[in-house]
């Protein structure tokens, strides 16, 4: 299976240490793997860990992100290839690489939802919920969250 990972940045916080154990987990199952970081620069372990796993890392600077050329290039790495499960984390992430993995035509989107995002301003919930459509499976990582998500996200 070919998985595409949207990330916001690869700082070494949670979330970042759990894709990298997914990616590590699922290379050693076979799969082949794409990690895009919206932002530039991150944490040289996770990185290594990422790469020495296989996975193809492609980091885009925040700024160019912002602007078309940003987009451009990130859309030209997704429809250079055909994937099978894009995966997103984190808000920007979610938002865009939801939205991008739909246009591209890839055929499953899978998200997860990490704390309850009550600090969210309200164009920030509504552009989760505007692309959360497009989303085949959320994964929660507490059941605490589950009331909230189904509600707010």
């Not at 997914?22 to 990422?50: F, K, P, T, W, Y």
């Not at 035509?105 to 920030?124: C, E, H, K, T």
């Given at each position: 299976?070919?998985?595409?990972?949207?990330?916001?940045?690869?700082?070494?916080?949670?979330?970042?240490?759990?894709?990298?154990?997914?990616?590590?987990?699922?290379?050693?199952?076979?799969?082949?793997?794409?990690?895009?970081?919206?932002?530039?620069?991150?944490?040289?372990?996770?990185?290594?860990?990422?790469?020495?796993?296989?996975?193809?890392?492609?980091?885009?600077?925040?700024?160019s992100i912002l602007g078309a050329y940003g987009i451009l290039r990130l859309w030209q790495q997704i429809r250079r290839r055909t994937f099978d499960v894009a995966v997103t984390f984190l808000?920007?992430?979610?938002?865009?690489?939801?939205?991008?993995?739909?246009?591209?035509?890839?055929?499953?989107?899978?998200?997860?939802?990490?704390?309850?995002?009550?600090?969210?301003?309200?164009?920030?919930?509504?552009?989760?919920?505007?692309?959360?459509?497009?989303?085949?499976?959320?994964?929660?990582?507490?059941?605490?969250?589950?009331?909230?998500?189904?509600?707010?996200?």
């Amino acid at each position: 299976m070919k998985i595409l990972y949207f990330i916001d940045h690869l700082r070494p916080d949670g979330t970042q240490w759990v894709l990298a154990r997914l990616v590590e987990g699922l290379a050693r199952r076979g799969h082949q793997q794409m990690v895009i970081s919206l932002n530039s620069g991150g944490d040289e372990v996770i990185v290594d860990r990422l790469t020495q796993s296989g996975a193809e890392v492609r980091a885009f600077s925040k700024w160019s992100i912002l602007g078309a050329y940003g987009i451009l290039r990130l859309w030209q790495q997704i429809r250079r290839r055909t994937f099978d499960v894009a995966v997103t984390f984190l808000f920007a992430s979610d938002v865009l690489g939801r939205w991008m993995a739909h246009r591209a035509g890839i055929p499953r989107i899978v998200s997860s939802l990490r704390a309850r995002n009550i600090d969210y301003a309200r164009w920030q919930r509504r552009m989760v919920r505007w692309t959360m459509r497009w989303a085949d499976a959320v994964i929660l990582n507490s059941r605490k969250f589950q009331d909230f998500a189904i509600q707010e996200e």
